[in-house]
């Protein structure tokens, strides 16, 4: 992965295209050195990949400076309990890095960065903080809401440890910046930092310059300002998908974040995740992992994210694992028969027509909120979010690869008064 540099904001000059020089025996050493400066950056990318578990959020350049609340928004409960899973979407297709030749990891990271930009996230967080404007969810679980940082020149690819650290963009930090424009107060309550990697982009041949761009991935809870938290927890699984990078080993961890809250009258813990894509072993012993956290969990539970396994079961048997468990999902029970696709869009987020054709970004519930064949207690309406051409940002861009779905349950007094 990489990426470019400027303090606040994209610089618009780099990454340059490759080129080729005209001077054969000039070509060949510059192609020697190129290969040797990217093995070295992929010895960092192995130490790097590990990520750092309990490290603190970082801050990005944003206006937000702490929760406001609008004085048109209902009391907390008062519509029912309403809930939203988001996959903000790194804005670039990851997984060709997986298969590089060394040699050829620089340019592809050049062209990763370029189109990381033009994915342009400040303009889908005006698009992502409407959704959230619209439908006034007391929590949100979010996924792959990243930090990404840089350093011009870079130093990796010449075999030095200094990480880079000009913030461009903060997912999280221009997220809460877009919700406190409109008057919206929300706060993070839990994040976990999962994978993180660094690379050097290729800038220059002469003088020979990288752009190194270190991206670092997290799982992120937000709450509505007036919503009551506590116990706020999160790790990363121990199943870790190993990924080959150019014959070096990384593990690409993923997690999970949770907080007890309070709304109506009833306390619950709201947990959030996203699960591996890649490969189904380690998605289903994520899942497992996850399912083995909650198994004790005295409160209802609402559990959601992107957990990258279609809920009609075509593709692996995730979805079926965590239903087996008690856990229904609410868009089955509110639209049995429609579809509500939620992936995925072009990676570079400007296909014209929709191509969403599977469902696995879901909202599940457990105990007090379901009651096995009943279906949920006192119902619930459920809708799907950022799928529509309307939807898409001036410039054409969808707000992500996913579609976000939002769901509001209608609790019984019974049910709520049973949860002080």
């Known amino acids: 992965m990489s990426f470019a540099s400027s303090p606040r904001r994209p610089h618009a000059g780099h990454p340059l295209a490759p ?10 050493g510059r192609a020697n050195r190129l290969a040797a400066s990217a093995l070295a950056a ?3 990318a192995a130490v790097l990949l590990g990520g750092c578990v309990d490290a603190a959020p970082i801050a990005g350049p944003a206006r937000y400076a702490g929760p406001t609340l609008r004085t048109d928004l209902p009391p907390a409960g008062a519509r029912g309990m309403t809930v939203l899973t988001r996959n903000l979407a790194v804005g670039a297709d990851l997984t060709p890095f997986a298969s590089a030749p060394a ?3 620089p340019f592809l990271a050049a062209q990763t ?3 990381v930009q033009a994915s342009n996230f400040p303009a889908r967080a005006q698009a992502l903080a409407r959704e959230i404007a619209e ?3 007391h929590l949100v679980g979010l996924q792959e809401v990243e930090i990404v940082r840089t350093q011009l020149p870079g130093d990796a690819a010449f075999g030095g440890t200094i990480p880079a650290a000009t913030v461009i963009y903060d997912f999280l930090a221009l997220l809460l910046d877009e919700l406190a424009a409109r008057g919206l107060g929300y706060v993070p309550v839990a ?3 999962n994978f993180e990697s660094e690379l050097p982009a290729f800038v220059s041949f002469d003088p020979l310059t990288f752009l190194d761009v270190r991206l670092t991935d997290r799982d992120v809870i937000l709450a509505r300002a007036d919503v009551p938290v506590a116990n706020s927890a999160g790790a990363n699984f121990t199943a870790a998908l190993p990924v080959s990078v150019a014959g070096t080993t990384l593990l690409f961890l993923r997690g999970w974040t949770s907080v007890e809250a309070t709304v109506g009258g009833m306390t619950f813990r709201f947990v959030n995740t996203h699960l591996e894509a890649e490969g189904d072993a380690f998605q289903a012993a994520q899942a497992a992992e996850l399912l083995a956290v909650l198994a004790d969990e005295p409160l209802p539970v609402v559990l959601v994210g992107d957990f990258n396994s279609a809920a009609d079961g075509s593709g692996t048997p995730t979805y079926e694992l965590i239903a087996s468990a008690g856990y229904t999902d609410a868009w089955s029970e509110s639209h049995a028969r429609a579809a509500g696709y939620t992936c995925c869009q072009a990676a570079d987020l400007r296909n014209a027509v929709s191509t969403l054709s599977e469902r696995i970004d879901i909202i599940f519930v457990r105990d007090g ?3 096995g064949s009943v279906g949920i207690l006192g119902g619930v309406h459920v809708d799907v979010l950022g799928e529509m051409p309307g939807d898409r940002t001036a410039s054409g861009l969808w707000p992500s690869d996913h579609a976000g779905v939002v769901a509001t349950l209608h609790l019984p007094a019974a049910v709520a008064t049973a949860h002080p």
């Open 19 to 28: 080129r080729s020089p005209n001077d054969a025996s000039a070509g060949a």
């Open 42 to 44: 992929l010895t960092l």
């Open 103 to 105: 040699a050829q990891v």
């Open 113 to 115: 960065w370029a189109t």
């Open 135 to 137: 439908t006034r969810p």
């Open 191 to 193: 994040v976990q930092q």
């Open 369 to 371: 909120f379901a009651s």
